[in-house]
């Protein structure tokens, strides 16, 4: 079956930085566009980045743009949301989701960001 497995995350300073990685199974990972989302508590999910297949472009959230690098590797079929400058306004549990259906989700990955 399909799985989307995370790491990375935890407890951080502002101004830190963190990588979050997520590593896909079970589909042609090479075939998917992919992106992260964040949820905050009390708030809805919100995007973050995405990457297509090819990786030839990304795209971000305001909020997270210059601070923020989407990647990928499709030969390890892992793709990783490089966060820097973090403020506690990023603290969230991040997912990483397969586009453009969001069929399959990883599951989820808490960044605690402290001022």
């Known amino acids: 079956q399909v799985q989307l497995v995370q790491s990375g995350g935890g407890l951080v300073q502002t101004g830190d930085s963190l990588r979050l990685s997520c590593a896909a199974s079970?589909?042609?990972?090479?075939?998917?566009?992919m992106a992260w989302f964040r949820q905050a508590p009390g708030k809805g999910r919100e995007f973050v980045a995405r990457?297509?297949?090819?990786?030839?472009?990304?795209d971000y959230a305001s909020s997270v743009a210059a601070r923020f690098t989407v990647s990928r590797d499709n030969a390890k079929n892992t793709v990783y949301l490089q966060m820097n400058s973090l403020k506690p306004e990023d603290t969230a549990v991040y997912y990483c989701?397969?586009?453009?259906?969001?069929?399959?989700w990883g599951q989820g990955t808490q960044v605690t960001v402290s001022s």
């Open positions: 079970g589909l042609t990972f090479s075939g998917y566009a």
């Open positions: 989701v397969t586009l453009p259906d969001l069929n399959y």
């Open positions: 990457i297509p297949s090819s990786a030839d472009r990304t």
